[in-house]
């Protein structure tokens, strides 16, 4: 499902990239056409009488400005198109850093929490984080906001709506599980010294 959404994305991205290329292009030649328009009325309407030479040397500089404008346009295109991939990277490597606390999370968590791997609450991990909670490792805050890590993980790792998820939101889930993880990991260590 999440390879045939992805797919469904990128070819609204090349649709997208196709027209704005198109636009852009449409736009350009409007441009010039009204440029090329200015000039032949004003030609017309002040009856310039122009030698062959002058003409030629025109029709250079014309064209030459044409070569530029063409040159800036394409720059500007290949620029916008860079600066959309790599938000797009950016945005997937955040998505990635998230699944990848949140495997820490889960490590740490089994480490600190009192269930045996026996129990079968060992690989839920709704009841894991209930555990937390009654061993008092974890706050109702901060099983709200596992909750919603969870949810958003879960979204992310199995492509559920992945690509409706803000940035900011991953960025904010992903601070509040780093929050949590270090104060785990301080539980840990004291836990490791008493022993």
Same mark, same amino acid.
């Given at each position: 499902?999440?390879?045939?959404?992805?797919?469904?994305?990128?070819?609204?991205?090349?649709?997208?990239?196709?027209?704005?290329?198109?636009?852009?292009?449409?736009?350009?030649?409007?441009?010039?056409?009204?440029?090329?328009? /200015?000039?032949?009325?004003? +030609?017309?309407?002040?009856?310039? &009488?122009?030698?062959?030479?002058?003409?030629?040397?025109?029709?250079?500089?014309?064209?030459?400005?044409?070569?530029?404008? /063409? @040159? *800036?346009?394409?720059?500007?295109?290949?620029?916008?198109?860079?600066?959309?991939?790599?938000?797009?990277?950016?945005?997937?490597?955040?998505?990635?850093?998230?699944? &990848?606390?949140?495997?820490?999370?889960?490590?740490?968590?089994? @480490?600190?929490?009192?269930?045996?791997?026996?129990?079968?609450?060992?690989?839920?991990?709704?009841?894991?984080?209930?555990?937390?909670?009654?061993?008092?490792?974890?706050?109702?805050?901060?099983?709200?906001?596992?909750?919603?890590?969870?949810?958003?993980?879960?979204?992310?790792?199995?492509? /559920?709506?992945? +690509?409706?998820?803000?940035?900011?939101?991953?960025? +904010?889930?992903?601070?509040?599980?780093?929050?949590?993880?270090?104060?785990?990991?301080?539980?840990? *260590?004291?836990?490791?010294?008493?022993?």
């Amino acid at each position: 499902m999440a390879l045939a959404e992805q797919e469904m994305l990128r070819q609204k991205l090349r649709k997208r990239s196709y027209m704005e290329l198109v636009l852009k292009f449409y736009a350009f030649a409007g441009a010039l056409t009204a440029l090329f328009g /200015v000039f032949y009325v004003a +030609y017309i309407l002040l009856d310039i &009488n122009l030698s062959r030479e002058v003409q030629m040397g025109l029709m250079i500089a014309f064209f030459g400005a044409v070569m530029s404008v /063409v @040159s *800036l346009f394409g720059i500007s295109y290949l620029r916008d198109r860079t600066q959309r991939v790599s938000l797009e990277q950016s945005d997937e490597i955040m998505k990635l850093a998230l699944i &990848n606390e949140w495997a820490q999370f889960e490590s740490i968590a089994r @480490s600190v929490s009192r269930v045996d791997k026996e129990d079968p609450r060992y690989f839920s991990v709704r009841r894991l984080l209930e555990s937390l909670r009654v061993d008092e490792k974890i706050d109702d805050r901060d099983f709200r906001a596992l909750l919603t890590a969870l949810e958003m993980r879960n979204r992310i790792a199995h492509g /559920v709506d992945a +690509y409706d998820i803000e940035v900011s939101e991953v960025d +904010y889930v992903s601070s509040l599980l780093r929050r949590i993880v270090s104060r785990l990991e301080e539980t840990d *260590l004291s836990k490791e010294t008493t022993s």
